[in-house]
């Protein structure tokens, strides 16, 4: 199985910040990588798709880039409703697999 | 509006079975694979499944094989979790998703709990 790391596990950060989270595969992904965030009780919500590829609706601050074994988000600015756990998922491979997930805090 | 609603989550004894439904509306059902994903308390995603559209490929993480079944009515645009020999470790809550690789579409979620 392919194992995705994320990098921090989590971080505290201020509204306005400049915010990025790493995820690394154990093996090759090419760019077959999507982004989720996740609220406390609340469903996954997909932010991104094929490693930089913004679904529909979600807001332009947020960012992926990466292919291969390293990719990033970056949220550009962070806001209040952004506070929340985010999680990397390769689909190259099955089983599909998650990173840990990194948990944002407001600093 | 694109929606998901899963159902039939549940208190159940170790070893039981249980049959999870994911009611999908708002999108062409027959022209999407589809995906589980379950989440422990307190911990992460784990991708369960998948069911191509017409249901002739399913895919299972090993740790669900040959107890959990995963499967498809077209006809009333509805997705199956069929589960058994359950245990401990497959207390969660499972969401349905759209999709058979990014899933851009998900349920709320319907909890399992398996405990005597």
């Known amino acids: 199985d392919i194992q995705m790391t994320q990098s921090p596990s989590s971080l505290s950060a201020s509204v306005g910040d400049r915010v990025t989270i790493t995820c690394r595969a154990s093996q090759y992904i090419n760019n077959w990588l999507a982004w989720y965030q996740q609220k406390p009780e609340k469903a996954p919500k997909s932010l991104i798709y094929a490693a930089s590829s913004l679904q529909s609706g979600v807001p332009s601050r947020f960012s992926g880039s990466g292919s291969g074994t390293n990719f990033t988000l970056t949220i550009s600015s962070l806001q209040p409703e952004d506070f929340a756990t985010y999680y990397c998922q390769q689909y190259h491979n099955y089983p599909r697999t998650f990173g840990q997930g990194t948990k944002v805090e407001i600093k | 509006e694109v929606q998901v609603v899963e159902s039939g989550g549940d208190l159940v004894q170790p070893g039981g079975s249980l049959r999870l439904s994911c009611a999908a509306s708002g999108f062409t059902f027959t022209t999407y694979w589809m995906t589980w994903v379950r989440q422990a308390p307190g911990k992460g995603l784990e991708w369960v499944a998948n069911?191509?559209?017409?249901?002739?490929?399913?895919n299972y993480v090993d740790s669900v094989k040959g107890r959990f079944t995963i499967s498809r009515d077209n006809a009333k645009n509805s997705l199956y979790l069929q589960m058994s020999s359950l245990r401990a470790e497959d207390t969660a809550v499972y969401y349905c998703?759209?999709?058979?690789?990014?899933?851009?579409?998900w349920g709320q979620g319907t909890p399992v709990t398996v405990s005597s």
């Open positions: 998703a759209r999709g058979a690789s990014d899933s851009d579409y």
């Open positions: 069911i191509k559209e017409d249901g002739s490929e399913k």
